[in-house]
């Protein structure tokens, strides 16, 4: 009878866990979905016809995009070279706390082989958003490696890709 009462305790506990889990991954989806819809519409409709003021228009809209999606945590986007001058303009920012940060430099290739990353990649060659599974992350901020869902998504403008955004929420 005792072996009999673990293993149904056991099968719900299972059962228990694995309907928790599901539901986690569908509240982080939904997340990622509405930071996803946040960053694309967040970074439109920018003034191209004077680079600095487009530069940091681009960058005050990233930084309060990390404020509009509970969870998120960091934030990036890049242009091709042409959109606000001749070279490539990336940024990307942490929020941490009420703080917010400048990231690092991004690079949209590894050094070592030239092959794109994903999150940039992606959305870049094939215009469709780049989702990934929960991944351990230190963005080098003190606080560690912590688990992010990347996602990211081309930006166009008339009809053109210009560049990339992403996001990584909690």
Known sequence: IIRKEAEEFA???AE????QFSESIEAQL?????ARVAASNNLKNIKLTDPQQARETADSRMVSLLYTVPDMYNAW??????VFGPERFSR???RIG????????LEEKDPANGIM???YGVPMQ??????????LHDYGTGEGPIYVGPISVPLYRDGNSIGCAGLDVR
Request: net charge negative; aromatic share 22%; proline share 10%.
């Open 77 to 82: 986007f890049s242009f091709e070279p042409g």
């Open 117 to 119: 990353y994903p999150p």
């Open 30 to 34: 939904a997340y990622m979905n509405r």
């Open 126 to 135: 094939t215009g469709e958003p780049y989702y990934s599974s929960l991944a």
């Open 16 to 19: 228990q866990f694995a309907r």
């Open 11 to 13: 099968t719900k506990s």
């Open 98 to 105: 009420d703080k917010t940060v400048e990231a690092f430099d």
């Open 92 to 94: 990307s920012y942490i």
